[in-house]
């Protein structure tokens, strides 16, 4: 069982938006700014989309976006297109683990 | 551009060992910590170790704590990690990663496939 709590699958048609869910608790997501996204498309190496919360790397679309509440964290992806069928997946630094953990990743089907 | 490229996977019998090793370009090794990542295949990602940019400081995930050994040679710009007494549960594919701030891995290698099986 992963440290972090993530939707087996989300989906959704082109151009609509949707939203993807990573619950942790009051020792990593709620207490810490330091959520990051990665999405992973099939056959390749996780590529980093989203970190601290809602900041976007250098060349990742405006599409993509990140918030928290609470023990809580999202990923939002506006605008959906095809290439956004991937795996993603939630990270956090943890206090009760030793360094980062990570949810069990969420697939994203593009209708 | 910035690249990271593993090697040393394969198929190893339980108990044995076996060294990854990780070489680095495109951007200044001897700055940067460094981690290793495994994912078994078609799974959630776990993070395994980090080394400091100095290689003064290491830390491991509890699962590995004991059997494996990061370390780093920052005149090679390579990163390795020893992986001893290995065990049916440690199968995956092994990246090594680029550390920003021990919050976040902003570069990943392609990945090496360990399997551990007699």
């Known amino acids: 069982q992963s440290a972090l709590t993530q939707p087996p699958s989300v989906s959704g048609a082109p151009g609509q938006s949707v939203t993807i869910l990573c619950t942790g608790t009051s020792s990593d997501i709620g207490y810490y700014d330091r959520v990051s996204w990665y999405q992973q498309s099939p056959g390749a190496a996780p590529k980093l989309i989203i970190h601290e919360v809602t900041s976007r790397p250098s060349g990742v679309p405006d599409r993509f976006s990140g918030s928290k509440s609470g023990n809580t964290a999202s990923l939002t992806i506006s605008g959906l297109r095809a290439e956004d069928e991937a795996d993603y997946f939630c990270?956090?630094?943890?206090?009760?683990?030793?360094?980062?953990?990570f949810g069990g990743g969420t697939t994203l089907t593009v209708l | 551009q910035v690249q990271l490229v593993e090697s040393g996977g394969g198929v190893v019998q339980p108990g044995r060992s076996l060294r990854l090793s990780c070489a680095v370009s495109g951007f200044p090794f001897s700055r940067y910590g460094m981690h290793w990542v495994r994912q078994v295949p078609d799974k959630g990602l776990e993070w395994v170790a980090v080394i400091y940019w100095d290689g003064s400081r290491e830390f491991y995930a509890d699962s590995v704590k004991g059997r494996f050994i990061i370390s780093r040679d920052n005149s090679n710009n390579t990163v390795y990690l020893q992986m001893n007494s290995l065990r049916a549960e440690d199968t995956a594919i092994y990246y090594c990663?680029?550390?920003?701030?021990?919050?976040?891995?902003?570069?990943w290698g392609q990945g090496t496939l360990v399997t551990v099986s007699s």
């Open positions: 990270s956090s630094y943890s206090s009760e683990s030793t360094f980062i953990i």
């Open positions: 990663v680029r550390d920003r701030f021990l919050q976040f891995f902003d570069y």
